[in-house]
């Protein structure tokens, strides 16, 4: 049984702002009392520190650099973690690439590694880190980040489309093979997300900004912000989700049906 959120310790990569951010601070908000940020600029980490720290007054909130394409790097940051809470029952992945969407025809091959190393590498180094403490701990939560565009099948997105599939299916693979440890993993599938980088990122561009536009337009429940995503992941890392694991489970105002 996952231990009351009061009782727990909590590690968010990628998390001095957008979606990771908003959901250590509705972790918080929710009981979870020691919160582990990341990134990899250490004065955006601070202002996250503070800003968190504002709107849950009383948290115990820290901020390791790491660079999670790294696997030393995400090694130091689940220690950083340790060293600070003893341990901790929650991780959540949220990591993205630089590159805003584009046809394959005109991929780079570097592009190509570092979308692997941004998109899927990082996801399975900080799980790969994280699963021993895990483990020592008697169970815990991973919940990764993916995307819709590894269930729906969009042009221009040919290689994000592939790392995430590629997140949804080590998720609930290790969701299979670390049940028997009471570790439960999941994997949220958002689609566009205002209020974030990655929106700005590919609003920015002439090619994916057309795309997105179209997207939106099918959203007939609202263009997903941060503040939508969160709630479905503290449910997912607490008690009452006790015995739901390896799902993929999509957040996208109503843009498709994945």
């Known amino acids: 049984m996952p231990r009351p959120y009061s009782e727990c310790s909590a590690v968010l990569t990628g998390s001095s702002g957008g979606i990771a951010f908003e959901i250590a601070c509705q972790l918080a908000e929710a009981g979870v009392p020691r919160i582990m940020l990341n990134g990899r600029n250490p004065e955006t980490g601070r202002q996250a520190v503070?800003?968190?720290?504002?709107?849950?007054?009383?948290?115990?909130?820290?901020?390791?650099?790491?660079?999670?394409?790294?696997?030393a790097d995400a090694a130091r940051l689940m220690k950083a973690a340790v060293d600070a809470f003893g341990g901790f029952d929650i991780l959540f992945n949220s990591i993205?690439?630089?590159?805003?969407?584009?046809?394959?025809?005109?991929?780079?091959?570097?592009?190509?590694?570092?979308?692997?190393?941004?998109?899927?590498?990082?996801?399975?180094?900080?799980?790969?880190?994280?699963?021993p403490i895990l483990i020592v701990r008697g169970g815990g939560t991973i919940v990764n980040i993916a995307s819709d565009a590894g269930k729906v099948a969009t042009p221009g997105e040919a290689i994000i489309g592939g790392c995430k599939a590629g997140v949804m299916m080590f998720s609930r693979t290790l969701a299979l093979e670390a049940s028997r440890h009471g570790i439960r993993v999941h994997c949220l599938t958002p689609s566009?997300?205002?209020?974030?980088?990655?929106y700005d990122r590919v609003m920015a561009d002439d090619f994916s900004r057309k795309l997105f536009q179209r997207a939106e337009a099918k959203a007939r429940l609202g263009v997903v912000l941060p503040s939508d995503i969160a709630p479905l992941a503290v449910f997912l890392c607490g008690p009452g989700a006790a015995k739901i694991t390896g799902q993929a489970i999509s957040v996208n105002g109503g843009i498709s049906a994945a």
């Open 50 to 71: 503070e800003r968190l720290q504002r709107r849950v007054p009383g948290a115990d909130v820290r901020f390791t650099t790491a660079d999670m394409t790294r696997h």
């Open 96 to 131: 993205g690439g630089e590159k805003a969407p584009g046809v394959f025809e005109r991929v780079k091959p570097e592009q190509i590694d570092a979308a692997l190393y941004s998109h899927l590498g990082s996801v399975m180094f900080s799980c790969l880190a994280a699963m």
């Open 192 to 198: 566009i997300v205002r209020d974030t980088n990655a």
